[in-house]
């Protein structure tokens, strides 16, 4: 399944586009759940998601589609069950573990949680 192009194929003169787009895309309080459940717990189906962010199905879903679209999640068919999805984190996003908590350094922006 291909996804938008990943972080480290980005090029300088589309920073400001994708710096404009992580915002948007971040800036839903939902999509930031999403991606605390995603850093914290690695591969995950929507079905799990949803009930960890408290979200419908059909919410989660709308929600995994534009950060997908946004270049943060990569989708994986579920080997034994051809219906199903499992969605990570893109390998360029690595969640770091501080003495504080975790975090996410996108380069531009720091997401603490």
């Given at each position: 399944?291909?996804?938008?192009?990943?972080?480290?194929?980005?090029?300088?003169?589309?920073a400001s586009r994708w710096e404009d787009l992580i915002f948007q895309t971040l800036g839903n309080p939902k999509r930031c759940r999403l991606l605390y459940a995603l850093a914290r717990n690695a591969s995950q189906s929507a079905s799990k998601l949803r009930?960890?962010?408290?979200?419908?199905?059909?919410?989660?879903?709308?929600?995994?589609?534009?950060?997908?679209?946004?270049g943060l999640l990569i989708v994986k068919q579920d080997p034994t069950d051809a219906r199903r999805?499992?969605?990570?984190?893109?390998?360029?996003?690595q969640p770091v573990t501080t003495a504080t908590g975790h975090m996410i350094d996108f380069g531009f922006l720091v997401v603490r949680f």
């Open positions: 399944m291909s996804g938008a192009k990943p972080l480290s194929s980005r090029s300088p003169a589309n009930v960890g962010v408290g979200l419908s199905l059909d919410a989660t879903l709308k929600h995994l589609v534009a950060m997908r679209s946004a999805r499992f969605y990570s984190l893109v390998p360029a996003i």
